[in-house]
């Protein structure tokens, strides 16, 4: 995995969800020439199964990359979610709690780059169920996304049996994304076969579009860059189509 540049500055930020919950995040601005108005959001693996927002392969690849962009100008936060590392609240199992710290990093993202900016929101692995639930049921709450919401990436969801014993409350309010989606899958993933993916991806609505990786699991070893490539690209033409949309 590529070594992380010195093209883009990071701090340490904290983040209030509820009084009980305050998130420790890290907040990535790239150097690209302008002033970002492209906020991202990045939400790790499950903590109780070893997740983190500093260790994981796949979450520190994305930062790097997407904060070392010489195209577009990114601002990133990674998080993590209550009762890990440094968030205090607790962690628990299903992630239903955890729903509420996505929306809340991306509303806070939001707030600090201005009115004007638009925020992605990525998860992978138990990061891309709570993600896509989160965003689901906000637009069937409000009967659609905010503006300042641009679009959901979702990197290995793990919608399989055993998976849904523990996730499956995640399922329902996905179907409801209104976002322009990019759902990322390898064919080797331990945690959903690919006929449960395709199954998962039929149910989502439109705009969507799918990266489909043979030789990659779960696990994304020695194909981060890859992958991380796969999401600046996509995200490229996403942030072109919104602008083009708006005129």
């Known amino acids: 995995m590529e070594e992380p540049s010195s093209s883009f500055d990071e701090r340490v930020v904290h983040i209030p969800i509820s009084p009980s919950v305050t998130l420790q995040a890290w907040l990535f601005q790239g150097n690209a020439a302008g002033a970002s108005e492209q906020g991202i959001v990045l939400m790790h693996p499950h903590p109780k199964l070893g997740g983190d927002a500093r260790s994981n392969n796949v979450i520190s690849a994305l930062c790097s990359i997407l904060a070392s962009s010489k195209e577009c100008s990114f601002t990133i936060l990674s998080f993590n979610s209550r009762g890990h590392g440094g968030s205090t609240g607790t962690a628990t ?111 989502l609505k439109e705009p969507k579009d799918r990266a489909f990786f043979n030789d990659a699991d779960h696990f994304w070893i020695g194909m981060e860059d890859e992958l991380a490539h796969t999401v600046h690209m996509w995200l490229q033409s996403c942030l072109v189509r919104r602008v083009t949309n708006k005129r």
Request: contains cysteine.
């Open 93 to 203: 199992w299903r992630g239903e709690a955890e729903r509420e710290d996505v929306l809340g990093a991306a509303r806070w993202l939001h707030a600090k780059l201005g009115d004007s900016s638009a925020v992605t929101i990525i998860g992978y692995s138990f990061g891309a169920a709570v993600c896509s639930s989160a965003i689901g049921q906000l637009c069937k709450n409000i009967g659609g996304a905010p503006t300042w919401l641009a679009a959901l990436i979702a990197i290995s969801y793990p919608a399989g049996f055993l998976s849904r014993l523990v996730l499956g409350c995640h399922l329902e309010p996905t179907k409801y994304v209104s976002l322009p989606k990019l759902f990322i899958h390898g064919g080797q993933d331990q945690f959903c076969s690919p006929r449960t993916f395709e199954w998962l991806f039929a149910q």
